[in-house]
């Protein structure tokens, strides 16, 4: 008999609760898993003994498990933490490996991204040096989808899903005046422009807004940023253009006017990037601008969440358990899509060091030549993943999401 | 026989075109009204002769008139155009009443919000002048819910059932991290709280916030602003506030930084309260602070439209053209609440003259004394109109809306 632990790092998305809910339900399958424990706030929670008994929080009740499931951010809460490298301090790994030893965790699965991935290759490598055994699985997560390793990774689909639909809702919205305007909605992505991309989405038969999308993979030029709204305007009155945060120009200087501030892994903060152009359209052609900030909106709106993502998510949560339970560690799990035609997808894993602090971006070549735009490649990539809704409970007329509050407490 | 003109104008709903639908479904039960003309962009439509065939153009089809009802934004288009003072001035009367006639319109319908009313009022006044048997009737739209004349507007439910959505999902996105912060999230509303006020549905059994809630009812000071987040830090750890983009000092100067241009009816354009606040926060505070302006979205986010919302307004442009026909003219569509405990609506009429160019803004007494929340009452006010949920038809992962190209050719 032993425990499991599980917990969340990073930044949200609609599905990484869909995939603690996997693990939940997964471990209730194994009987010789007597508890399955949640620490609060990532890695922090387990250096600070800040451990939940999940069974117990969730009531032991299948009804709240499946709540779980489609209900926003991450239930265990987050942290922004870098391990130290062990072979020049490993108090924090004395401390950690010792929480597991007095909660007789025998199973650690770390749901998160690419700095997440950093701290299950680290605590991996760890045990298997000092042979302890623990097993220590990562399931990815980020809305960016710019995970190594992995086909896409859940989260990605739920933001598209609401992206695409928000574009499209934003080109009714901006279709009905007959003036000449230019819409720039900015979207998250820091260097890879996968969600940005998922901008082409909204497209359907009668729109085909954004009619431009400019993507962090490729430098940005303001001179060339002109010049192709001003082709457009030669065809419609109503320019629509998606631009990822991330922009830079050719010297690698963020297009946002505010990239100050530096976050603990070192990631610039940014925002204003679609406000900075406004301004400038505004200046150069003199008609109506507005910018649109799509925000964290992006990773948290679970009321459109894609029904592919929420499924993906749970099993890949599963899956992890069953990984774990049949002596695998050091992994992180992963999507592959086994048919081109017809999208499926299936689980499998990937080591973690091969994973960890790597970022994967868009290939050149499924970026238009003019590079202000998507190819259909790229667009057939990415359709499945949105596909399907979820029946979201609403009660009072907002969401019914699990409550919180332990969070806070 | 004789025909049906109908328009829209202002900024869009989310059911707007719902009514447009209502009003095209019960034309369709009076045999010898024969033809249903949408005027393209307001009432720039009919001065330039840019009239559809609304048959037509739905294909005569139960299923359009159907996805119309779920369609963002406004299907004819819309304008911002205030009609001359006729007695100054006939000429775009004569122009108007002339493509009256040249199209044998008897019953003229308008959607829109204030601005409208201000042309229905006009039109029918010069209509009972002149002796011409046109019956003109106004049908109320507007997110901000500042119609004064009806117990509340079509389009402020769904707004403000995405506002409430969205709140709640950031309130999740907010707690998991265990460190202070503050969030700031702009609601529109230029003078009406009644949109910023409907933040306080995200609240629930677990979620307390928003914290605050800031109207334009109430003169803005930043002393007390910041007085009221440390007072919140107190009890807690992430504050989430709410805050109309046109709140105002003491002496009426915008918080907004940028308050420079007007539009046609001399509203100053905001934008940016939230920014400008986050800024101030981060300087006195010193804790992490974010601001998230909901822009557009709010009004044009049908994929979250309420039931109550999409029915009423549907209802209403029903019953704009069954009174037209029984003789009404130069009155606005309203509805009353014939049931305080158990919400049930009814749609009466007024006189519109006794609407136009007022604006109906929240009571003093429902908001609380303190000014930085609303009341109880408020609350019991706006739940019911957020409640039910439309299933909207889902097409390649996004919502399946009316095709809108013809306004764009």
Redesign the interface.
Known sequence: MSNCLVA?SGG?TSVINASLSGVVEECFNHPDIKKVYGS??GI?GILNHNLVDLYKLLDGSKENVDQLKT????FL????FKLEDSSIDDHQYKKIFDAFQDYDIKYFFYIGGNDSMDTVDKLSQYAEKHAIDVHIIGIPKTIDNDLFGTDHTPGFGSAA?FI???I???A??T????IKSVTIIEIMGRNAGWLTAAAA??R????VSPDLIYLPEIPFSKHAFINDIKKCQKQ???VIIAISEGVKDIEGNYISATSASNDAFGHSQLSGTAKVLECFVKEELGCKV?S??L???Q??????A?KTDVEEANLIGKSAVEYAYAGKTGIMMTLTRSDAFSYRSDVCSIPVCDVANKEKVIPREWINIEGNDVTDELINYM?PL????VAIP??????D?L???H??E
């Open positions: 969340q949200p609060l706030n922090n209900t926003p951010a991450m809460g987050s942290c922004r899903k695409a639909t928000t499209l809702e934003i009714h919205d279709y009905i005046y007959d989405l909204a359907n038969d009668y729109n419609k009155n109503n507005r649109i900030e925000n964290v909106l990773r948290s709106a679970t009321h459109i894609s359709r949105i596909i399907g809704e609403y009660k009072n007329g907002i969401p999401y409550d919180i509050t969070l806070t």
